[in-house]
Structures are given as C-alpha cells and as structure tokens.
C-alpha cells in the first residue's frame, strides 16, 4: 500500500526531510514524495511497514489486533506487540472469522491450566493452558481497547459453541462483565452472535439461560467458569478438573459428552 505525503518541492530522500517509516523508501516526486514499504514488508509506508512473517514488533498494545489487521490483511496469525517500550508477545489470530482477535485464555484437556493475575500473562498463548483472572482482564482493557469477546468452545464427541459478542449496546454490557468493569449479569438477547460453525444447544435456547443472562449469579470474580447455562441441560463450565462441560451437562440424565484429547 502507498501514501503520498505532501512537503515543499525539495529532494527529501536525499536531504533527510520525509516522514516516512525507517523501514520504507522515500522516493521523491515534484513537490511531494512517496513512502513505499521495503520488500517483505506491508504498511503505508509512513506509519508503519510491518512484516508478514509469523512475528511482528508494532508500536503499542493500544495497536489491537483488530486495527492490525486492518492495517493489512495478509499477516498471518501470531504477532509480537509492543507495550510502553517493552516487547509483550501476544497472540493475534488473523484467520478465525475475519480475523483481528487477540487469544487472552486457553484450555485443552490433558493440559493443566492455571489462573494468570496479570494481563502480561498474554504473552504464553498458546503455548500454555491459562485462564485470566476478571481482574487481569480488566486491566488488559485500560491498556487495549478492544469491543468484543468470542467464547469458543468443542467436544470431538459432542459439538461446538461459538459465539461472538454483538458490536451493539448489548454485547458491550457482556465485555464489561466479563472484563470486571461490572457486576450486573448482562442479558442474552440480542447480545452475541453465533459463528459458521456453531451449532451448541446452548446458543440456540439462549432464551433458556439461567435468568436469561451471561454467567451465574453465584460466580463473582470467578465468572469466566461458567460463562452461559441452560439449567440442568446445557453448560460451559470449566470447574475443577472433572467438570469441563461444553454444551453438555455432567449430571443427572442430561446428554453428556465425556472428556478426550483436544477438547475444548
């Protein structure tokens, strides 16, 4: 991508007067010049000119996935940010749904997850089973300003639940709860949208839920365990090391999946 940058009628590439990227090549123009990235390399040349190897460095944390990869749309998942000069690594899947979702907690069966009380924590996905605290999560937002949530969730032998939060009123209220910013249980209706591959129980009686709301009632700052149930039929529930239940229901004569390798 190219940018034309306008400046007096003067040799910039030679004199050193352009604004463009220390990785781009000034070419000048009459009048102006032209910022174009170096090969291997996408941006607009004054901004920015960002790899499209598997890593990438960017400015700041405030850089989210979703504005990289509105930067370009060919970079491929995994990219390093950067945060108040220091480098975080952080997970950015470029693919799933568009693309420009950042991983912040993964599960797998047979790999022990564990709490993370620091959104820096972000930096092990995926290469570790971790879950954020609501208080970790939290402080992610006061640095990266991101507007959705998507809960992801399958059994090989069962199905597949995987929603998006709405970009409306009603889906911010869900990104607020489970960011800690409050703890009202937010209402189902109207505040997700269900995925290509979706096709959980779960989603489909949302009308079903627990007071027809996200979460349990009971669940406090432990919220990302049971993120949406349908009372005694359907769950996602991450609860000890027994209870991982994804659109099933370990109980009572409710349909239950069991637990194998890869799951969830």
């Not at 693919?95 to 022990?112: F, I, M, P, Y």
Request: a positive charge; hydrophobic letters at 30%; proline letters at 2%.
């Amino acid at each position: 991508m190219l940018k034309i940058c306008l400046s007096t009628d003067v040799n910039e590439s030679v004199e050193g007067l352009h604004g463009c990227d220390r990785n781009a090549i000034c070419d000048n123009t009459v009048g102006s010049y032209n910022c174009t990235c170096r090969p291997g390399l996408i941006g607009d040349g004054r901004n920015s000119c960002i790899s499209t190897s598997k890593k990438t460095a960017f400015p700041s944390l405030g850089y989210s996935c979703e504005k990289i990869r509105n930067a370009s749309s060919h970079l491929k998942d995994g990219i390093a940010l950067k945060n108040n000069g220091s480098l975080l690594k952080a997970y950015c899947d470029m693919t799933t749904e568009g693309g420009g979702w950042l991983l912040v907690s993964s599960v797998v069966v047979g790999n022990l997850s564990s709490l993370r009380y620091s959104y820096r924590e972000i930096s092990n996905c995926p290469n570790k089973s971790l879950l954020l605290t609501v208080d970790a999560m939290k402080e992610l937002r006061t640095h990266s300003s991101f507007t959705q949530l998507r809960f992801h969730c399958s059994k090989n032998k069962g199905r597949t639940f995987h929603l998006t939060t709405a970009a409306n009123s009603s889906g911010e209220a869900v990104v607020q709860y489970f960011s800690g910013q409050t703890d009202a249980n937010p209402k189902a209706c109207g505040s997700f949208v269900r995925m290509k591959d979706d096709n959980s129980k779960l989603a489909a009686y949302y009308n079903q839920w627990g007071n027809k709301e996200w979460g349990y009632f009971r669940s406090g700052k432990s919220r990302y365990r049971i993120v949406a149930f349908v009372p005694w039929k359907y769950m996602w529930n991450l609860y000890g090391s027994s209870r991982w239940e994804c659109d099933d229901y370990s109980f009572s004569d409710a349909e239950y999946f069991g637990l194998s390798a890869s799951d969830f």
